[in-house]
Each structure stands twice: as structure tokens, then as C-alpha cells.
């Protein structure tokens, strides 16, 4: 089964790093507008995740979810979660480290979206 998100090295040490601080976290992509559009990371436990949410995978054993009506605009999108040098949404627990995550993305190839259309994501809580 293609995955639908993956983590640059990069971003994955960044991760390991804000659990030392933070403890276990969880990303969340929202699709607003401004910061809304990149994916916010939170102690896991500090975002109540919903029942429209989605589920799309695990990224450095963090759960990876998506808004519902933004995953229907992205679900032929694979997703790849980053890190660059700036400051993002202050909610996001990267945000005081001067750097951001963000998502780099790619379409599925038609084998992979016909698999994944095959066996939809979970939707709300699943960590």
C-alpha cells in the first residue's frame, strides 16, 4: 500500500528533538489560509482531534492528520512533511526554534491513487 505521507530526515530530527521537549506530539494540516496552510505540530493531547479529521499515517511516531475538507481537495496528493529555515504560526511547537515545517507534495501515480482509493484513510482519533 503506498504511503500517503512521509519526513525529510531533516524534519524527523527536528521531531525527536521537540519530543525531548514537549513530549509526544501529533501534526495537524487544516488547509486555512496564512499558517493554517502548513502543517501544525502540538503535544499530542493539546489538539482534540475531530470526527471529519483524517488520519493519513505516521511521520517520526507522530500521527499525521488532515482536516477533512482539505483532505478532499489533497487526496491525490502524497505528502511529505519538511522543515526550512523561518518562522511559521506561533501554535506551532517548532516555531520558537527559527525554523518551519512545511509540506512538499507530489500527485500519485494512477497505480498508487487506484490503491489508495481502494482502502480510504481512517477518519478522527487513532493514536
Do not use: K, N
Not at 499558517?35 to 503535544?43: A, H, I, K, L, N
Not at 496528493?77 to 512545511?102: K, N
Amino acid at each position: 500500500m503506498p504511503e500517503r505521507v512521509a519526513i525529510t530526515d531533516a524534519a524527523a530530527a527536528l521531531v525527536e528533538r521537540l519530543v525531548e521537549q514537549h513530549g509526544p506530539l501529533l501534526f495537524h494540516q487544516s488547509g486555512g489560509c496564512c499558517d493554517g496552510s502548513s502543517p501544525m505540530c502540538y503535544p499530542r493531547g493539546d489538539f482534540l482531534v475531530g470526527d471529519v479529521d483524517v488520519f493519513l499515517g505516521w511521520v517520526a511516531d507522530t500521527p499525521f492528520y488532515m482536516s477533512g475538507p482539505q483532505f478532499e481537495y489533497w487526496r491525490h496528493t502524497h505528502l511529505t512533511v519538511d522543515v526550512v529555515p523561518g518562522r511559521g504560526s506561533g501554535f506551532s511547537v517548532e516555531a520558537p526554534e527559527g525554523v518551519r515545517f512545511l509540506i512538499r507534495s507530489r500527485l500519485y501515480t494512477d497505480d498508487e491513487d487506484a490503491a489508495l482509493a481502494a482502502d480510504p484513510p481512517p477518519h478522527g482519533p487513532q493514536h
